[in-house]
């Protein structure tokens, strides 16, 4: 079972709304826990090496964030249509608003420029602001609100121009 398979094992989990799941094969021991009173674990030990895999590659599902992570988006892409795509930069869980209570920090047709926080990403507990590193128009919202997202997934659209 390699790092992409135990991502989306703990995204299947986190979507099914299940407290606690284990998964035991011959080579690999997993459980993930969900919940609001213990946070959200993620235990992975391997029975026997399987191939050459670093320590931080192993753990890499249960420490998704670390003190070097950029607080913005560091990947942006042009895409076809000439719109600039921000992408995450860090595993996490996506939520537009600071609070259930608070507006969103953008919607689709609002201008944006640097420095604009477009949306939070929760990682181990700590709520990272996003912010914009291009001024712009955004066109559309790639991710549901309190949805987990991965390490470079597309978030916004925005149209420079």
Do not use: H
Not at 1 to 27: H, P, R, T, Y
Not at 102 to 111: L, Q
Not at 125 to 136: A, P, R
Request: with cysteine; net charge negative; aromatic share 6%.
């Amino acid at each position: 079972m390699d790092i992409k398979e135990i991502q989306n094992l703990i995204k299947f989990v986190a979507k099914s709304g299940a407290s606690e799941v284990k998964l035991e094969m011959e080579d690999i021991k997993i459980t993930i826990k969900t919940g609001s009173e213990a946070g959200d674990v993620t235990y992975v030990s391997q029975a026997a090496p399987m191939q050459m895999t670093s320590p931080q590659q192993a753990q890499a599902p249960a420490a998704p964030v670390s003190s070097d992570v950029p607080a913005a988006p560091s990947a942006t892409d042009v895409s076809e249509n000439n719109y600039i795509t921000v992408k995450s930069p860090i595993i996490g869980t996506f939520y537009r608003k600071a609070s259930p209570e608070k507006p969103t920090f953008v919607e689709v047709g609002d201008s944006i420029k640097e420095g604009d926080t477009l949306c939070i990403i929760e990682a181990m507990k700590l709520f990272n602001e996003i912010e914009s590193e291009v001024s712009g128009t955004i066109v559309k919202v790639l991710i549901d609100d309190s949805s987990p997202v991965e390490f470079d997934q597309p978030l916004f659209l925005v149209d420079p121009s």
